[in-house]
């Protein structure tokens, strides 16, 4: 069986509160019963975790190939713009990685405009609110199937 692990970045537990105006009025446990339908749908196992903490993320990424996962759907929120340690990660992770975003980063604060994290991704989902995360969902398990 597939296994996908999804890593909510910091601040993404406050989905629903946090500028729905911007992020949308979802809550992370809903986007996340969406993710586990999509996946029973397609007999993939889902791991979901969510971690305000970037070493918290780094230990994620760097045992999820001894824990068997095939892919990563990351949202690394805030720490996509700061984050060396996660780039790394996940440059030396050896899986398949797709990172997603709710919002189109290129169209907001000019600081939001550089991914560190899109160089070492397979590709990046962004701009369609929680469709963002079943877009990249889809695309994993696509690639996983066609190695
Ligand atoms: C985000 C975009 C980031 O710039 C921001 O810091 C987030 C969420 C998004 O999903 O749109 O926390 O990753």
């Given amino acids: ?6 890593i909510h970045g910091p601040n993404l537990d406050l989905l629903g509160k946090r500028e729905p105006g911007i992020y949308g009025r979802l809550t992370l446990a809903e986007i996340n ?3 586990k339908a999509q996946a029973k749908r397609d007999k993939v196992s889902l791991a979901i975790r969510q971690s305000n903490h970037e070493g918290l993320i780094v230990d994620l990424i760097g045992r999820a190939r001894k824990n068997k996962f095939q892919g990563i ?3 690394p929120a805030a720490y996509t713009h ?9 440059a030396a992770c050896g899986l398949i990685v797709v990172e997603v975003h709710l919002s189109n980063i290129y169209s907001r604060e000019e600081f939001r405009h550089k991914s560190l994290i899109s160089p070492v991704a397979k590709g990046t989902i962004m701009g369609f609110g929680a469709k963002s995360y ?3 969902l889809s695309a994993i398990i696509d690639l996983i ?3």
Avoid: W, Y
Avoid at 1 to 6: C, D, R, S
């Fill in 1 to 6: 069986m597939k296994k996908i692990l999804v």
């Fill in 33 to 35: 019963r969406t993710l």
């Fill in 73 to 75: 759907l990351i949202n």
């Fill in 82 to 90: 700061t984050s060396v340690a996660v780039r790394d990660a996940i």
């Fill in 134 to 136: 079943t877009l990249g």
């Fill in 145 to 147: 199937e066609a190695k």
